[in-house]
């Protein structure tokens, strides 16, 4: 059974860090996102990797602020957010996609979020 659990959320003041963790089991797959959902707002894409070559995308309100890296013998993902935002407050959810990487659709398996809180 597929089983993601992610970790690092908090609150951190604008301008902070931090690094989000999603530890995946039961299963390989060919790509791995993060989005987030603020409230009142639909879910979004964030960042994506795929677990063979390493790819990354973004979203452009994060490209040069976060980082997503996989750790292939962990079977683990991570998105460092530096340079936070009070706009990047959300729960952030990990996932894992068959196809492709963008389109919330393709995205089979979720883990059960973390909050990100950024004050001003």
């Known amino acids: 059974q597929v089983q993601l659990v992610e970790s690092g959320g908090g609150l951190v003041q604008a301008g902070g860090s931090l690094r989000l963790s999603c530890a995946a089991s039961g299963g390989t797959f060919s790509s791995y996102g993060w989005f987030r959902q603020a409230p009142g707002k639909e879910r979004e894409f964030v960042a994506a990797i795929t677990w063979s070559g390493g790819s990354t995308y973004y979203t452009d309100s994060v490209k040069g602020r976060f980082t997503i890296s996989r750790d292939n013998a962990k079977n683990t993902v991570f998105l460092q957010m530096n340079s936070l935002k009070p706009e990047d407050t959300a729960v952030y959810y990990c996932?894992?996609?068959?196809?492709?990487?963008?389109?919330?659709?393709?995205?089979?398996?979720w883990g059960q979020g973390t909050q990100v809180t950024v004050s001003s």
């Open positions: 996932a894992v996609s068959g196809g492709g990487v963008r389109d919330i659709r393709n995205y089979d398996y």
